[in-house]
């Protein structure tokens, strides 16, 4: 196919550009599909992740997400598309050949050897001098923390320690790229949002290429420099944290992006001759600039977030009519939810401790607002 | 109710007729044996010393100690891939494999020798195929020998070695060797740095049990095995029936007991010792 030129003949002038782009590429793959059985767990994904990049692939389970990373690795092969890692192609190439460093989700330690064993399985299968193995595990040891622990066995180590020593063992080869396959998801929550931290200094401070699998968005977002959305086999939406967050491009993107209000409505104009959105349960409003093209009467389906809604006495924009009702406040510490019924919807709203808590009780009449552009509208389909 | 009241049904069965006859056994051991009348109340320990000296005795049980020994490695061999296939690969077949394993189990030991002699005897099947075909002017002395005894046996405690393979083997999460081929390994490496110190466990009581076996079996050495290599249980049954000497068997006993006690003790020393993880596998 034409892109493997790119690689293999790099003195081609005309070639010069492209070369450029793919030298500062890790990983890159090209129409990559696998299915098993009648089952497509991967629909032609598309996706370069450069150097020193983390990539968080993240979906519910089921996604092909732990499929796509599994192929990154080579333990499973694909049925269709190529695999580039550090400019080679590696679709024919065993995962024993391929210098990846994966950790799996329950650490997949050897029970057998100790911490350092473990740590330099890797490097005695490179077939590395002694001296260099006991270097890299010093350099590892140091790096996570656990010096004195050598030659503990992991039944000897705390979960957190044993998931250190999972990340160390794969760090230790140097490998082009590490993939992490819900590597945090056995620790318990404090103990999982000190490691997102620690190991996303870690990753940073290395400079490593990364691929990270999760369910968890808090997990993505903390060591994601880009987040791949995967939905059924297919990467839905790539981007920063910051765009997959504020500008969801399809209706399961905000869904999984978690808590928010959705509100069924037809499109209509309002009176300066501007596209609006009228709600069925009362609320009518711009629909927000840079969005698709509406035709007037379409079914949509327009999100707001619990955040971006604010209460008020009076009337606004947005909320003209029949005011809604408080039924329930519920304190959540740094910020608190409202409950609210407006006609047969129920709308979630909250509002932080000092901002504009205060003042709204159960069995309050409310009026509700939100800023245009933070309402993100989809056809309902 | 008392917790220890459950003990009580095997207790009932097993201190009249396992611990009291064993005591009985080690009293007689240190009896003398009389020509003229069965045995002679005594405490001397010439039993034992006339074992540990005679030639005719140290030579039942070297023979005993090296055939046991060597069919838990022959067993171990021969089941090893076996049970590892069972395990990694066999799906359907899986149920019949391990069926298969558990038949000889539960068809009469003495069935089983039967069917061996047909197959092992002077015009028996094997015999009568290598004389057809030329391979040998002569049958080969399979039955009644040490070769034919061996085969018995190792058939016999092949179950013992199978299912504690089979059992340590599906212990072993796949992800480890997945983590292996990741890591560089390729399949020879994962297998002999994983899977093999892995299923240890597995061969250590696969051993253990094959040996205590074939060093107090009777039925193989007495149908199978030949009078010119003695085997233990046979050599007790002859010294006691045969020579009517009760103290003298009772010593062999007890030397038979101690020997598998500390063939027991020293494996379970050896493998905590080299594999002290595996005490939480």
Known sequence: MSSSNRFTTPNQPDEAESLMASNDVDLRLVGVSKSFGAVHALKECTVDVRRNEILALLGPSGCGKSTLLNIVAGFLEPDAGDVWLRGRQVNEVPPNRRNTGMVFQHYALFPHMTVRQNISYGLHARKLPADVIDERVKEMMNLLKFEGLEDRYPEALSGGQKQRVAVARALAIHPDVLLLDEALSALDKNLREEMQIELSLLLRRLGITTILVTHDQQEAFTLGDRIALMENGRIIQIGQPEDIYLKPQSKFVVEFMGSANRLSGTVGLTREGDGAVHARCGLAFTIPPGSPDWSSGQSVLAYVRAEDLMLSHEPTAVHAGEPARIVLVTFLGAKSRFVIELGDDQIIVERSGGDGATGFSEGDNVYVSFPPARCHVVADD | ?281
């Open chain 2, 1 to 281: 109710m008392h917790p220890w009241l459950w003990l009580l049904p095997a207790l009932a069965l097993l201190i009249p007729f396992f611990v009291m006859p064993l005591g009985i056994l080690a009293r007689n051991s240190v009896y003398r044996d009389d020509p003229t009348a069965l045995m002679v109340p005594d405490f001397t320990f010439d039993n034992y010393v006339r074992m540990l000296t005679d030639s005719y005795y140290l030579d039942v049980f070297t023979n005993s100690l090296w055939i046991a020994f060597l069919v838990g490695i022959i067993a171990l061999i021969v089941s090893y891939p076996f049970a590892y296939y069972v395990v990694r690969w066999a799906r359907r077949s899986r149920k019949l494999l391990i069926w298969a394993i558990y038949m000889p189990l539960i068809v009469s030991v003495i069935v089983r020798v039967f069917g061996w002699i047909v197959i092992t005897a002077d015009s028996g099947l094997i015999n009568n195929m290598l004389v057809s075909i030329g391979f040998v002017d002569q049958p080969l002395q399979i039955l009644y020998a040490v070769g034919g005894m061996m085969i018995g046996l190792t058939h016999r405690y092949l179950p013992l070695m199978v299912l504690p393979l089979v059992n340590a083997i599906s212990k072993i999460d796949p992800t480890l060797l997945t983590a292996s081929t990741g890591l560089g390994a390729g399949r020879f490496r994962t297998f002999a740095l994983v899977v093999l110190p892995l299923s240890l466990p597995g061969m250590v009581v696969g051993f253990q049990l094959v040996f205590a076996g074939v060093l107090s079996d009777y039925v193989l050495p007495n149908l199978m095995g030949t009078t010119r290599f003695r085997m233990l249980a046979p050599a007790i049954y002859d010294e006691a029936i045969g020579n009517v000497s009760w103290a003298s068997a009772a010593s062999m006993a007890v030397i038979m007991i101690i020997i598998v006690v500390v063939v027991l003790l020293i494996t379970n020393l050896a493998f905590r010792r080299f594999a002290p993880w595996a005490r939480t596998l």
